[in-house]
């Protein structure tokens, strides 16, 4: 079964940190981006950041720029996500997609992924 398996969330308070792991089972992330999605309750999914494996460019929104870093470890076919100074907003179920032959840009978030992880819960309240 080829999939993306996710990991790392939880209960953080504010200041706080985590790391997100988004693993790929049945495939390789060579050649292809990683991006990072939430999504509040009642709220639209919104693009969070991306990396490319064929320049290591990486991407990040304005709202999550110098507190959160995305970085692969190709020898466990996983990437991370280390979140840093979380704050209320951020609080999201968060989603890592697989994009094959793609560069990371700002425009990340309309490309068509085929696959997507199943989502880790991030809460961060006090």
């Known amino acids: 079964q080829l999939q993306l398996v996710e990991s790392g969330g939880g209960l953080v308070q504010p200041g706080g940190s985590l790391t997100l792991s988004c693993t790929a089972q049945g495939f390789t992330l060579d050649s292809a981006i990683i991006g990072w999605f939430r999504q509040a309750p009642g709220k639209e999914r919104e693009g969070v950041s991306c990396?490319?494996?064929?320049?290591?460019?990486?991407y990040y929104v304005q709202s999550v720029e110098g507190r959160f870093t995305v970085s692969r470890d190709n020898a466990k076919n996983t990437v991370h996500l280390q979140m840093n100074s979380l704050k209320p907003e951020d609080t999201a179920v968060y989603y890592c997609?697989?994009?094959?032959?793609?560069?990371?840009?700002?425009?990340?978030?309309?490309?068509?992924?085929?696959?997507w992880g199943q989502g880790t819960q991030v809460t961060v309240a006090s």
């Open positions: 990396i490319s494996d064929i320049d290591s460019s990486t």
């Open positions: 997609a697989f994009e094959p032959a793609a560069i990371c840009s700002r425009n990340f978030i309309y490309l068509r992924y085929d696959y």
